[in-house]
């Protein structure tokens, strides 16, 4: 998608096992899409870690995923999703925007801004800057 955009000069993407360590290079954003309710607590935990060591001081983190209201009952997109995150990972699930903002903190970030059903398919898009 990149190349056929003709941003390569712009974007680098990269492939790399975010549970592991954090990836070679410093940048000024990322983006991470459907990732971080595929994995369970501690995983996210740690990929958000592994992130946050790349990411350059005032760079932005975005997290496109479905995000749940801290009363776990809405969006409805998101309570949806979370039966069927249930069912088919292991431990993956939709986690809620109290969970993401700890993490996030734990991981350096602040300025966390989360807006519920903004992205594609009603997921919701989760903005934090490094700290």
């Given at each position: 998608?990149v190349?056929?955009?003709q941003?390569?000069d712009?974007?680098t993407?990269?492939?790399?096992?975010i549970?592991?360590g954090?990836?070679?290079?410093?940048?000024?954003?990322?983006?991470?899409r459907n990732?971080?309710q595929?994995l369970?607590p501690?995983?996210?935990r740690?990929?958000?870690?592994?992130?946050?060591?790349?990411?350059d001081h005032?760079?932005?983190?975005?997290?496109?995923?479905?995000?749940l209201?801290d009363?776990r009952?809405?969006p409805l997109?998101?309570?949806y999703l979370?039966l069927?995150?249930?069912?088919?990972?292991?431990?993956?699930?939709?986690?809620t925007e109290?969970?993401?903002?700890t993490?996030?903190?734990e991981?350096?970030f602040t300025?966390?801004?989360v807006r519920?059903?903004?992205?594609?398919?009603a997921?919701s898009?989760?903005?934090a800057?490094?700290?």
């Amino acid at each position: 998608m990149v190349r056929e955009a003709q941003l390569t000069d712009r974007v680098t993407v990269l492939a790399a096992d975010i549970l592991e360590g954090a990836p070679e290079g410093r940048f000024d954003a990322a983006v991470l899409r459907n990732l971080i309710q595929v994995l369970g607590p501690d995983a996210a935990r740690r990929a958000l870690r592994n992130v946050g060591q790349i990411i350059d001081h005032g760079g932005r983190l975005f997290i496109v995923g479905h995000v749940l209201e801290d009363n776990r009952l809405a969006p409805l997109e998101a309570v949806y999703l979370n039966l069927a995150f249930l069912s088919v990972y292991d431990e993956g699930q939709a986690y809620t925007e109290r969970e993401y903002r700890t993490w996030l903190a734990e991981a350096g970030f602040t300025d966390v801004d989360v807006r519920y059903s903004a992205g594609p398919g009603a997921a919701s898009i989760v903005s934090a800057r490094k700290g």
